[in-house]
């Protein structure tokens, strides 16, 4: 598409087509020397079984973009239904009485409660217009049962049905 065409589409119908792709809610966090730095992100994909690698993408005006561009170590982690407060609250919303919790999983701060946490290595950076796209190698992940937040059409969802409970933990690919 040249820069006529591209210049052509208008970014919030973009944005409202795009907002029809249901997707999950993460978080992506990392320790710094001030403490823990968390962003909500729902442009989150697995990018590659082997090596594992997952792609986030950032927008370049995010505080959280040269964090995550310094970062040695961060996390994913998949927000259960019940955090839609955490994940309005890394998004920078005020969300009253809201208080997250982490824990250390594999040297990268993890968000307590969450239904999947990935533990990743920087592994390469891609410009992507306004964004760049964050490859990380997976070092450590596991899974517990329940029920996903979602997020479609700019608006919080949940699914109508409860998903069978499986865990699936695995410990350490290093």
Same mark, same amino acid.
């Given at each position: ?7 052509? !589409?208008?970014?919030?119908? @973009? ?16 320790? /710094? ?20 690698? /997952? ?20 996390? !994913?982690? @998949? ?38 946490? !990935? ?46 409970? /499986? ?8």
């Amino acid at each position: 598409m040249d820069q006529t065409a591209a210049a052509a !589409i208008d970014p919030k119908l @973009f944005r409202n087509v795009m907002s029809r792709f249901a997707s999950g809610v993460t978080v992506v966090a990392v320790q /710094t020397e001030n403490g823990v730095r968390a962003m909500t992100a729902n442009a989150f994909l697995s990018g590659s079984l082997n090596p594992p690698l /997952t792609v986030v993408s950032v927008a370049k005006r995010a505080h959280m973009h040269p964090v995550l561009s310094e970062a040695k170590t961060y996390s !994913i982690s @998949f927000l259960a239904r019940e955090q839609e407060d955490l994940s309005n609250l890394f998004a920078g919303r005020k969300v009253e009485g809201a208080k997250a919790e982490f824990f250390d999983f594999h040297g990268a701060p993890a968000l307590e409660g969450a239904l999947a946490h !990935i533990a990743l290595t920087p592994h390469d950076v891609h410009e992507c217009g306004d964004h760049s796209l964050f490859l990380g190698e997976v070092r450590g992940m596991q899974a517990k049962g329940g029920t996903p937040l979602l997020y479609y059409a700019s608006a919080y969802h949940h699914l109508a049905t409860e998903p069978e409970s /499986t865990t699936h933990k695995v410990a350490n690919f290093w």
